[in-house]
Structures are given as C-alpha cells and as structure tokens.
C-alpha cells in the first residue's frame, strides 16, 4: 500500500509522514478485501486566526481496485485532524466490507433503488431564482461582492444503477452524488435530504 502526504501552506515533516503511515496500518486489516493500491493523504493549514478550531484540515482519499473511499476532519492541529480522518476512513471500509457480507434471499434487505422509487423531486430546486444584481468571478456570476473560490474538478465514472452511486456518495461522504444511470443512461444526481430520505434528479439531454 503506497502512501503519499502532501501538504497545502506548509511542509510536511519526516517524522509527521512516518506517524501517518503508523496511523494508517489500522487499515491493512481490509488489504485482502479491498485490495488497496494507494492512500493520499493531504494535509491543509489555515492561516486565519479566527479559524483555530480548524486550523488544520487532513484529507485522505483511498485508491483500490473498488470505489475511492475518501474522508476529512478539521482540528487545532493536524495530530488530532489526523486521528478523526483515519476514524472516519476506517469507518467507511467496515462500511464496504459489511456490505459484502449481505447475503441475498429471503432475508435480503430493501435496496436503496427499492426504497427511494416513487419519491417525489424537491419543488425548492426547480423554482427560478428571483432576479437580482449580479457580479462575474471567472465564468461564473455570482449575487452581491463577496469573493468567490472555484474549484473544478473532472472525475472518471462509468454508467451505474441508483443504489450503486448511493452506495458510493456514502464512501465519500457527500451529501450528493453524480453519475450515468446506467439503464437510461441519463445524467442523474442522488443527493441526501433531511433525515435519511434521498432525492434523484435526472437530465434529459436535448438539443
């Protein structure tokens, strides 16, 4: 398993590397499963004053022959920011494991496909936005003069089913998802609302 730690507004010390590579050991328990290739961790540092609580941010995101996994956490310092992302990341893989052990037949549980059929589209996202002074930072506008930080990102993905790109926004922890449905092959969106209930959204793509 390669680990890499990178870091953002500050260097990352030897001795700092080597105690992620000792924290991340708690995870070679689900190599045999998952077969892990790569972890990358990165590790983030606020300089802003006010922001002491999360100062220090740590990201891992975890490559296997499966979906990525990926979990963050904020703390004073990146010891502690370290502590809460491994929880989570190895949270997140008993996660997967559990989910291979489900066996099928009379005591299959209701899929995720199963228990969100029928749910209605959230009117809140289809209302037009009320007209407003607007401002331009890069390709985008945006309403009044605060500042705006565009992150853009491209990922790979094949066609997949409902319960699968739902499975895969929970190893990310997202509350939202983007994927090729794969029968319709519409672009779609899953996205989690309040409580445990679950909203789909899909593209007709017109010309």
């Known amino acids: 398993m390669e680990i890499v730690v990178n870091g953002r507004n ?9 105690h992620v590579a000792e ?20 590790v983030t540092h606020e300089k802003n004053p006010r922001q002491h ?15 990525a996994v990926r979990a963050e956490a904020t703390s004073t310092d990146q010891h502690s920011a370290l502590d809460a992302a491994v929880d989570k990341l190895e949270s997140r893989l008993r996660r ?15 899929s995720v496909a199963e228990a969100t059929a029928g749910l209605p589209l959230d009117e809140d996202l289809l209302r037009d936005e009320p ?6 930072a890069g390709p985008i506008h945006v309403e009044g003069d605060s500042p705006l930080v565009v992150r853009e990102k491209t990922h790979q993905g094949s066609p997949m089913t409902l319960e699968q790109a739902m499975y895969e ?12 449905e794969k029968d319709s092959m519409r672009p779609s969106v899953v996205y989690l609302r309040k409580g445990y209930d679950y909203g789909v959204i899909h593209l007709d793509v017109t010309e």
């Open 10 to 18: 500050s260097e990352i010390s030897e001795s700092f590397r080597e």
């Open 23 to 42: 924290k991340l050991s708690r995870i070679e328990k689900f190599d045999s499963r998952q077969k892990i290739l790569r972890v990358e961790v990165e």
């Open 53 to 67: 609580d999360s100062a220090a941010k740590v990201e891992m995101t975890l490559r296997s022959r499966g979906p």
């Open 96 to 110: 997967v494991v559990d989910r291979k052990r489900i066996h099928h037949g009379e005591k299959r549980p209701v």
């Open 131 to 136: 007209e407003d002074d607007t401002n331009q």
């Open 169 to 180: 926004m929970e190893l990310v922890g997202h509350d939202f998802y983007l994927f090729m």
